[in-house]
Nanobody
Framework: QVQLVESGGGLVQAGGSLRLSCAAS????????MDWHRQAPGKQRELVAA???????NYADSVKGRFTISMGNAKNTVYLQMNNLKPEDTAVYYC????????????WGQGTQVTVSS
């Protein structure tokens, strides 16, 4: 059984910062990619940032230069450092992993709310 547990969401004023964490646990053999998605009310879920096990990263245009994704030394934890937050960043942020456990599959965390006030 694989679990992804997010933490670090909350309420922040515009211009502030938050750091999200996501820890993967269970009978994991290897992790291919971990990424963060977000879903605002009435909108589709969108990819925010992704990182491969080799350290390659990819960002949505809307967060480039403000958000940084990184992986922990143990390679089973991913972080999203969010700086200069804007009200339009308000959403539920979900961690996602493409990994191999008893089979290769796709797992999602439960989500963490980020609210940015103007």
């Amino acid at each position: 059984q694989v679990q992804l547990v997010e933490s670090g969401g909350g309420l922040v004023q515009a211009g502030g910062s938050l750091r999200l964490s996501c820890a993967a646990s269970g009978n994991i053999v290897s992790i291919n990619t971990m990424d963060w998605h977000r879903q605002a009310p009435g909108k589709q879920r969108e990819l925010v940032a992704a990182i491969t096990s080799g350290g390659g990263t990819n960002y949505a245009d809307s967060v480039k230069g403000r958000f940084t994704i990184s992986m922990g030394n143990a390679k089973n934890t991913v972080y999203l450092q969010m700086n200069n937050l804007k009200p339009e960043d308000t959403a539920v942020y979900y961690c996602h992993a493409d990994l191999v456990a008893s089979y290769r599959g796709s797992w999602w965390g439960q989500g963490t709310q980020v609210t940015v006030s103007s």
